[in-house]
Structure formats: structure tokens, C-alpha cells
């Protein structure tokens, strides 16, 4: 059973900073990212990234996120600046197995930005 641990998030003001870290100690993931959910809303992406490097990004995020990985130590990195109140939600990091392409979920990250 794949176990992805979390780590970061917070409480901030708006126009700060936080870093979503995950981890996933023995595995081999073809994709890994974050996800993201508001009350009251559906979970939705924030970033993605491959293990050759390629991005994805939502466009309420791009240029104020930034998605990084090290495939060596199986962890994802999300450094989140210029926060805004609306990216406040639980955060999830997500994983998808190299070969079996099995989705894994964190327990999840929150993130609270304050006005």
C-alpha cells in the first residue's frame, strides 16, 4: 500500500507564502501533483508534473504557483506566492503509479489565507 505523507500548509495573509510538501517513500510514480478542495466545491487541480518534468498548471494559479519534484526522494513540492484568499482549501497531494497507473491520495493539507 502506497502512503503519501504531507506536509506544509497553514495559515497566512493574503499576498504570503506557503510550501506543500509530499512524500512517498518506495514507490515509482509516472505523475504526482496537487489537488485541490474549497468548502462547498468540487476538488479540482492545482498543478501537475511527470517524471520527465513536464507541467500542468491551473490557470488561476499560473504564475503565483510552482510545482517541483525530486524523483529520488519520491517528493513533490508545490511553493504557493502571492496567495489569495479564494486559495483557501484542503490540499491534496496525488500520485500516479509508474506501471500500474493506480491513483494514490494524501489526507490532505490546509491551506487558509486571510484577508
Known amino acids: 500500500q502506497v502512503q503519501l505523507v504531507e506536509s506544509g500548509g497553514g495559515l497566512v495573509q493574503a499576498g504570503g507564502s506557503l510550501r506543500l510538501s509530499c512524500t512517498a517513500p518506495?514507490?515509482?510514480?509516472?505523475?504526482m501533483g496537487w489537488y485541490r478542495q474549497a468548502p462547498g466545491k468540487q476538488r479540482e487541480l492545482v498543478a501537475t508534473i511527470t517524471n520527465s518534468g513536464n507541467t500542468n498548471y491551473a490557470d488561476s494559479v499560473k504564475g503565483r504557483f510552482a510545482i517541483s519534484r525530486e524523483n529520488a526522494e519520491r517528493m513533490v513540492t508545490l511553493q504557493m506566492n502571492s496567495l489569495k484568499p479564494e486559495d483557501t482549501a484542503v490540499y491534496y497531494c496525488?500520485?500516479?503509479?509508474?506501471?500500474?497507473?493506480?491513483?494514490?491520495w494524501g489526507q490532505g493539507a490546509q491551506v487558509t489565507v486571510s484577508s
Open positions: 518506495g514507490s515509482l510514480f509516472r505523475t
Open positions: 496525488n500520485a500516479v503509479t509508474l506501471f500500474s497507473s493506480t491513483m494514490y
